[in-house]
């Protein structure tokens, strides 16, 4: 899936279909708070996880989610759905 790039002040989104993530690939500024919006369109619940960003949210079936990071130092931070590891991977560029 394309990169998706956020500016200071948007909010990147990314929506969970079929047991995915779609964009997979986040683009956002670095040393700044992030918010991303995710969307959960399956009909099943998944969990928004990152090791790395220490963040595990909850996603119902058609629900919405926010998740708050950062400031982000420049770098990659992977993030995936934890009932669905082997379909939805993802990450976050920090630029």
Do not use: C, W
Request: proline share 9%.
């Amino acid at each position: 899936a394309a990169a998706t790039p956020a500016r200071a002040g948007e909010m990147p989104v990314s929506v969970f279909t079929p047991h995915r993530f779609y964009p997979d690939r986040l683009v956002a500024p670095a040393g700044q708070k992030l918010r991303i919006g995710i969307r959960n369109s399956d009909d099943t619940a998944d969990e928004f996880e990152s090791t790395g960003l220490s963040r595990e949210k909850l996603v119902a079936p058609g629900g919405r989610i926010t998740v708050f990071v950062g400031p982000l130092d420049p770098g990659s931070y992977q993030f995936f759905g934890d009932f669905h590891r082997d379909t939805a991977p993802g990450v976050i560029e920090a630029k």
